[in-house]
Structures are given as structure tokens and as C-alpha cells.
């Protein structure tokens, strides 16, 4: 079982920007394909962003592409979700989520079945 735990949420106004980072522990990291999944108010979860195991690819929405940025350090355990330009509709708490091995494009990274989710961290645009 992989253990993740996010971090770097918070208030921030629009256009401004914010870092989320995710720990991950418990499995051999190197192996994960990991993504970013958030939850808006009252709504259900939407996938954000998505990076292969070899820290290769990246996948992102249409909503955040060209304003977030992923990435995964496969020496420190990490993966960060460098948010940009931010918005209102971007409000929602962020989960990081893991699946046990690399994804093969696009599609599998959208409709994996992640098996290990960390708490969440919030995060707030607003002025």
C-alpha cells in the first residue's frame, strides 16, 4: 500500500499561484503513475493532471493545460502540481492518487483505477 500525503494548499487570489506537493512512501516509487485529482465544492472529482512512472510524459485537462504544470522527482519520493494564473473555478481540494505501474497515454491515465489516494490539501481563489 502506497502512503501519500499532500501539502501546499491554501488562499490565493486570482492569477496568482500556488505549489502542491505529494510524499508517497510504501511502494517503489519509481514504479507509480501518478495524477492529480480534484474535488470543487458540492461537485464530483475531476482528473487535473497525470505523469508516467519514468517521469516521460505528462497529461494534462483541457482546463489547466498551458497553466499547470506536473512533474515527479523519482529520487526524493515527490510529485508537484505547479498551479499558474490561477482561477475561481480552480477552488477544490486537491488529491494526489497512485496506481502501481505506468500509464500508456492519455486515455489510461484519465480512466485509471487508482488504488491509493492521500487526504487532500484545499485550495481557495479568491479575492
Known amino acids: 500500500e502506497v502512503q501519500l500525503v499532500e501539502s501546499g494548499g491554501g488562499l490565493v487570489q486570482p492569477g496568482g499561484s500556488l505549489n502542491l506537493s505529494c510524499s508517497a512512501s510504501g511502494f517503489t516509487f519509481t514504479q507509480l503513475g501518478m495524477s492529480w485529482v480534484r474535488q470543487p465544492p458540492g461537485k464530483g472529482l475531476e482528473w487535473v493532471s497525470g505523469i508516467n512512472s519514468g517521469a516521460d510524459r505528462a497529461y494534462y485537462s483541457d482546463s489547466v493545460k498551458d497553466r499547470f504544470t506536473i512533474s515527479k522527482d523519482n529520487a526524493k519520493n515527490m510529485v508537484y502540481l505547479q498551479m499558474n494564473n490561477l482561477k475561481p473555478e480552480d477552488t477544490a481540494m486537491y488529491y494526489c492518487?497512485?496506481?502501481?505501474?505506468?500509464?500508456?497515454?492519455?486515455?489510461?491515465?484519465?480512466?485509471?483505477?487508482?488504488?491509493?489516494w492521500g487526504q487532500g490539501t484545499q485550495v481557495t481563489v479568491s479575492s
Open positions: 492518487a497512485a496506481r502501481g505501474y505506468g500509464f500508456t497515454d492519455y486515455v489510461d491515465c484519465v480512466q485509471a483505477d487508482y488504488q491509493d
